[in-house]
């Protein structure tokens, strides 16, 4: 039996016997070195650590005050404190609400629940912190019309129920497989991927379709379905039939009801249908109730591939026999401890966090080669891309443009004198307004920096589109003039050089600049002849630097 | 497969190996082909270069009014039929100039797709990817050709000059932004080309140099895979502002501006000619308005009257040049139009049977492939399913579409496994 959640800053490191996750995890890890002929490198540096776990916990860059707090501070237990205050802040449920909403939506475009309300719904689960596997219940049985019931929905709704569409998302996003391949036959790789896997879950949402209510609002109603008939585009005469199973689980029994008693409710063009055995509420109970190990495995992984930049099956939703898990006593490790904590997102979180796995250093050790050690070695720290989220408000984070912004806002909504005139009688009206203008600017980010809607975020890429947007674009190159006490307003203000590179090191890097680096600043100073926009220049080219556009 | 020259993981090395095994063993070779083998060959693939030029004709062109004609029949609708350079194949009377090139054309006229959603977007995602969008979101062919017929060129792979209004989106999929297309957006250069007036020449060469200084640093001793592309893409991005003139048409010949007319469709088409000369492997050129379940007579006489001869004088312009032999050349639409005509003169959505047309690389071009019967309301000969399609416009260029991507764990067929090319229409 693990223990979550067990150190505090005051308790003595617990012996072996009772070793908490966070001990497993550099235990199993370590033992997995010689395999790829690696060892650990060093323990990141406070600098590197303040930036990744701000970025991980909270979805932004630390500020430069609380990084040179940090860094100043001689505490030996500043680290788990630090972690403690994130996991404690609102912003961490903020942060998990949208980490979640972009792994269980994809970026999909809204239909019938608004991203804003399932967002809401999900950071309260993360507030009061909500057994992960409830949550998971609660959007696969979408049975509840009321407000909460139908922003739960949002997984089926927004999918518009279509079946392939959900058997492939709940086969890869909530039990790690993709069952692509098998819609249309047995998977030609792997074995374990079988066509009846398919149609063994498309039974669970087969009855599904969607019900407008009296209010207006869009839910779920479901026909009672007990098998579905499949024939493989290699054979199609040869049809076959299964009834509702978990892949290679059991097929799941469905009570007999007298004829005309199937239902709550005759149900009628005006009448929801309801069934009184519901697939749906079956498919949540026996997914997320304990019997399907694949989905603590998944669960686990996906937050361990949140953390570490790499799941230990990878890519997340490639769990099968010619993929198999780099490191597979840790994935049952922490798949059994999240399980027997009763999905305890935080307290799991928090035991990856506190362990030296993660808090390595991204810079190999010295005399070692970098791109000799296996990213699924975990011993030096896997770099990760910004999400679209967190490169914007980094962005405004670093360059101190929050005021920028606003005015950028309310200036776009002022273009249209009328309907300013109108807006500006009505506060309500305009903190609507001002909030729409602001979530178009989100989307325009995530167009740019997101994945293809209905895909996962892959691998770190970079396109011209976004470079050139980083490098030109005129709302961006105005966080960057300095204005309205914004960070090159206050930077240009400075008359020492080395003053200059530490505010913008601080700002932008989160850590202080190196020697070499204030000399390359200074040369570049007397270089130019405009000062400001030498400034200008300089912090330009750490926000477009590597190191800002990743998390080491 | 990661498209990551610099990425030096193991798993990857395994695949690299097999690739070239693969290659070695006579199959056609899936992936970044010049990266990947030994340089001798490469520098063999790299002569015979190819190229792809796509014309989506976006709302669904009426089959009727454009290469499938049938004048004097219930379904015909008011125009005649007209000769076209291959004896006995007529089109509508609205392609004048286009059936004067019917010889370098293959007509398709029993497209067909089955279950297609009701919605534009995943019929042409049905159409652009070769799945049903169901099973998606696949990569369109656009980042697909820029994945497998990759050139070590500091060019985009694939630009989108469409339609006003259209901005960038991530159509690559699991193919990752870096194959995303380059959308010209009216026919106008990229978004953020242009550097902002407090920004000049001299001022950008010194942060991009800091930049770069900033990158070299942080790399040593990290990996560099996430860098490198990343710094890659800096350095493509100021290429690209310094070659902004290749999306400026204004300096191709003024005789030329005027056989391409001044419309917007005759710049767009002038400016394809230019960059697929310039070596960029995939263009695609979008015209819109083709959705005429009102007045489709009208709206057809007029889309068509745009369209017909700036694409004649571009297939003629590639014939003349040389081009034409290596770029395959695609006029795609999402859907035919019905056989019914509604009451106020238009026609709706119809997925059973539609026409597409293909030519230029590797097409088996002057003939008609599949029939629909007299009145055109289904197909009588050869049905050809959109999966099937786009397995012809990936061997027509060479590449084996019943390969796979290779992306870490996992594998994606290129084309449907069910499906394969359709060898009537190949050489």
Redesign the interface.
Known sequence: MTRLSSLRATEPVPDEATASLHEQVDQLVEAGFSRWEVTATERCSDAEFIRRITLDLKGTIPTAEATAAFIADASPTKRIELIDRLLADESFARRMAVAFDVTLMERRPDKYVTSDEWRDWLQTAFTENRPLNATVAQILSANEIDDDGRRAAKFYLDRAVDKDVLVRDIGRLFLGVDLQCAQCHDHPDFSDYKHEHYYGLSVFVTGSKTFKLPNGKMALQETLTREAEFASVFAPEDTRKTGPRLLAGDVLEIPEFPEGEEYVEKPTSKVRSVPKFSLRELLATKLTGGETPAFARNMANRLWAMMMGRGIVHPLDAHHVANPPSHPELLAALAKSFQESEFDTRGFVRELVLSETYQRSSIAPSEVDPSTIAAESFAVANMKGLSPEQLLHSLLEATSSHAVFEKQIEDALMEDAEAWAELSADAEKLDAARDAKKAERVKEFITLFGSTPGRPEGEFQASVTQTLFLANNPALVEWLEPRDNNLTARIVALDDASDVGEMAYLSVLSRQPEAEEISLLKEHLQSRDNREAAIVEFVWSLIASAEFRLNH | M?RDPAC???SHLVSRRSMLGNLVAGATGVGAIGRLVHPSVASEIEKKKKQVLIFLLNGGLSQFESFDPKPNTDTGGPFRQIATAVPGTYFSELMPHTATIADKLAVVRSMYAEKVPGSHGGARDFVETGRPP????NPLMGPVYSTVLEQPSEL?GNIHIAPSRW????????L???H?S??LSGGRP???????E??NED?DD???R??R???L???Q????A??E??????D??SQ??RKRDLFDTTKEPEKDQQRYGTHDFGRHCLLARRLLETGVTCVKVTHNNYDSHMENFNFHLEQLGEFDRPFTTLIQDLDTRGMLENTLVMLITEFGRTPAIQPDLGRDHWPPNWSVVLGGCGIQVGGVLGATNANGTEITDRPVHVAEMFHTYLQAVGVDPTGVHE?????MPLGA??RSAVKELLI
């Open positions: 990661t030096q993981s193991t169901q099973l998606g979101p985009p901005g960038p989106r991530q159509d690559a999929a699991f990752g932004p870096r995303a380059l959308v990229p978004l953020n080309l242009e550097r902002p407090s920004i001022s010194a942060r991009y800091l930049r200084i900033a990158d640093r942080f790399s001793r990290r990996r560099t996430h860098s592309a990343y710094s890659a893409s800096y493509r991005a690209l502002i992306l870490g764990g996992t594998r496994p069910e």
